[in-house]
Structures are given as structure tokens and as C-alpha cells.
């Protein structure tokens, strides 16, 4: 429901407060895969790709992802937080800062969604499964391994303190390992970390405390959780929400950042829209390619696309909650960033849009009836990989609508 205070409705495009951070206006870009990382480190593509987005128009620009140890990657070429990494990634931050927007750093752990064949090393779950990803068993994480993925996320932060960052976003959701923790589907461990929503929230609630003590306030700390995994048994919206109260009274955030869907078992409950399986499947090797050939249409199901698609949801996280939270999800046009605003949310984010036009934010800010050419087809999820991201910029038509 609309927000009942009687403060006036903040205009997406003007600066707002984020933590620490003065933003030049309310739009974020999410964290999408860039695909140009061929030795796990900066590239000058890489910086080239947030530079252009910064330039852009967006606010802050939000590099993906920045694993926080070696076995979180979903696979091998992605960037993971350690001293070589630094003076990449700084200049990468240096690139973003001079054309005027922030720079946030995405750090997670993959958990089962890592692809130990192309790492080399186990894949970290809640317990052990047949993994889709890698077509290998996932190694049940010990309290060890919790203990030391908690402290790599609290070291991440610091290297990205040193790094230039103005903010890190903690990546709870898409059943990565903190979100596959929260899933009862994926979690049915019989210890502390397992059983009780109390108990499966301790691995996101100990993650969020390590980097606030790590960081204090030096930069904005934001978190990207689950609403709603999207598959039969896993979280859903009630328990979602008290996870995101919980979160809030810890005081580790300044931000969330509200998501779905299940990045190992069912993506397209972000995504809505097209469901590329040729495109997707061509992207892997066999027998991954044969799989999805096969048997991609349960993996990769379709969803109708609409503008705001997550608004529903996030109500009621609005009406439960004071943190600021960041709308994701059909964000394409001023009208849907302002109709996020009316509704009490603080910032949107957007990833797909941006990803066709990079300078979508100052089109808009110069002609307010700019609309986004993204057509939502999703070939710009397969082609990531191969760091292309709009493969061939297809002009909008009425069937295709946008």
C-alpha cells in the first residue's frame, strides 16, 4: 500500500542519502555477471563496462561478483576478494568516481550454486546434493567452514574499503549460500545452522555483524535477500520478512535491496520474460548442453513479464519495515520509478535495461518520456558469459512490446 506519512514524494533523479553516502539521484544499477574477468581480476573491459554505466547516469554502479573465497565463484574466471585483486578493482572505483557515481561492491559465497567443475573445488551447501550446476555432489558446509566463510566476508569488506568502494551489497538470495541456508527446502540440517527459521537465519544475521564490525561506517552496507525463492518448499514471503526484520534490529544494514528466485533451481522467477534455451544451452559445454537441450523448459520456465513484476511482494516488506529498501524488478521508465517512490521505497535498481542502454538514466533525466528499448527477451543472460551482455540490440516492436 502507498506510504501514509505525509512527507512529499522524493523525485527518483535528485540526490538522496544512502548510509554515509550523498547519491546523485535514487536509481542503482543491480549486479548482473559481467563475464570479463578471464583471470578472476580486473580487466580494462571491466572498467570500461561500469565506466560507461557511470557515465551513464545511475548513481552507483554494483560490480559482480566479487566472491569472498575461492570456492564461492559460481565459476572460475569470477573475481574473489584478495590483496591482488585490490589495485584492479581500485582502479576500477577511480574510473566510476570520476564520472560521478558511486561504486558498490556485490560480495557473497555461491554455496551450492558454485560450479565445482570449473573451480576445481567442492561446492559448499547446507548439506550434500546432487548439484544441476556442476553434476557433482555439494559438500555439506561444517561449522568451520561457516565460521571461516563469515570471517572472508568481513575481510572482503575491508579489501573493498582499500579498493575505493563506496558500499558493499551482501548477497543473501538466488540460494546462493546464505539464501540456500534460509530455504527449507535446501536446509535440513539438524544443528544450530538447521530446523527453525531462527536457526536457519544464523549464517545471514552472523554475516551481516562480522562486516559492520569489520567496517563500521566507513562505507554503506546494503544486502540483496530473497522474498521468495520461487520453487515448491523453499522461503517464502512470512518467514522472508521476519529474516528482514531480524536484519533491520541487528542494525548491519543501511539498505536492502528485495529480490526472487533461485539461481539453482529456478532463475526465471527473477528474470520474467523470454526464456532463451537455444541461446543458454549454446553457452555451455556437453553434457551441460545436451541437459538444457532436454530438459532446460523445467529449469528455465516462463514468466509474463510487467513493469515493477516484484511490487507485490515488496508491499509488504514496506509496510513491515523502516530500513530503506531498493525496488528491483521491471524497473524500466520514470513512471515505474516514481510509482516506487510513491509507494515508500527509497531507491530501484535496475540491471537489463541498463544493460541495452547504458545511458537509459540521462535520457531520461533529459526527456522524462524516455522508454527503455530492452525488449526482455533474456538473451542478454546467456551472452554474459561470453561478456557481450544485448547480443544484438533487436529494434522494439508492437508484439514484442517492451
Not at 554505466?53 to 561478483?65: F, K, P, R
Not at 540440517?189 to 549464517?203: I, N, P, Q
Not at 523470454?274 to 553457452?283: C, R, V
Amino acid at each position: 500500500m502507498p506510504d501514509p506519512s505525509p512527507h512529499p514524494v522524493p523525485d527518483p533523479l535528485a540526490p538522496a542519502r544512502l548510509g554515509p553516502l550523498t547519491l546523485r539521484n535514487r536509481v542503482v544499477k543491480a549486479a548482473t555477471f559481467e563475464g570479463m574477468t578471464p583471470d578472476a581480476l580486473v580487466t580494462d573491459d571491466l572498467v570500461d563496462f561500469h565506466r560507461r554505466h557511470a557515465a551513464g547516469g545511475i548513481a552507483m554502479t554494483t560490480v559482480a561478483y566479487c566472491a569472498v573465497a575461492p570456492e564461492g565463484r559460481t565459476e572460475r574466471r569470477q573475481i574473489w576478494m584478495r590483496p591482488e585483486a585490490v589495485p584492479g578493482l581500485r582502479r576500477l572505483t577511480d574510473a566510476v568516481h570520476a564520472e560521478g557515481a558511486a561504486a558498490c561492491a556485490q560480495l557473497g559465497h555461491a554455496g551450492p550454486v558454485a560450479d565445482a567443475s570449473s573451480t576445481g573445488l567442492p561446492a559448499l551447501a547446507p548439506q550434500s546434493r546432487f548439484s544441476p550446476v556442476s553434476l557433482r555432489r555439494t559438500r555439506a558446509a561444517t561449522a568451520e567452514d561457516i565460521a571461516r566463510v563469515t570471517r572472508a566476508h568481513a575481510d572482503a569488506a575491508r579489501l573493498a574499503v582499500e579498493s575505493g568502494f563506496d558500499a558493499v551489497e551482501l548477497h543473501f538470495g538466488h540460494n546462493y549460500l546464505a539464501s540456500a541456508f534460509l530455504s527449507p527446502k535446501l536446509n535440513r540440517r539438524t544443528d544450530r545452522y538447521g530446523g527453525s527459521l531462527a536457526h536457519r537465519a544464523e549464517v545471514t544475521r552472523g554475516i551481516a555483524r562480522a562486516v559492520r564490525d569489520a567496517v563500521g561506517d566507513r562505507i554503506a552496507i546494503t544486502a540483496k535477500l530473497n522474498m521468495k525463492d520461487g520453487v515448491p518448499g523453499g522461503l517464502g514471503v512470512d518467514e522472508s520478512l521476519q529474516v528482514a526484520r531480524w536484519l533491520q534490529d541487528d542494525g548491519g544494514l543501511d539498505a536492502l535491496q528485495l529480490t526472487a528466485g533461485s539461481s539453482l533451481l529456478n532463475p526465471m522467477y527473477l528474470f520474467r520474460g523470454d526464456a532463451p534455451l537455444k541461446e543458454f544451452a549454446a553457452q555451455f559445454p556437453a553434457p551441460q548442453r545436451l541437459g538444457i537441450r532436454l530438459f532446460g523448459d523445467r529449469f528455465l520456465r516462463t514468466y509474463p513479464y510487467e513493469d515493477a513484476y516484484l511490487l507485490e511482494h515488496a508491499r509488504r516488506f514496506r509496510a513491515a519495515l523502516d530500513l530503506p529498501l531498493t525496488l528491483l524488478g521491471g524497473i524500466t521508465s520514470l513512471d515505474t520509478m516514481e510509482r516506487a517512490m510513491k509507494e515508500g521505497f527509497q531507491f530501484v535498481a535496475m540491471a537489463r535495461a541498463l544493460l541495452r542502454e547504458p545511458d537509459l538514466v540521462e535520457r531520461i533525466a533529459r526527456d522524462r518520456t524516455t522508454p527503455s528499448l530492452c525488449i526482455h527477451c533474456n538473451r542478454c543472460m546467456p551472452t554474459i558469459y561470453r561478456g557481450t551482455h544485448c547480443p544484438e540490440k533487436p529494434e522494439k516492436t508492437e508484439k514484442q512490446g517492451r
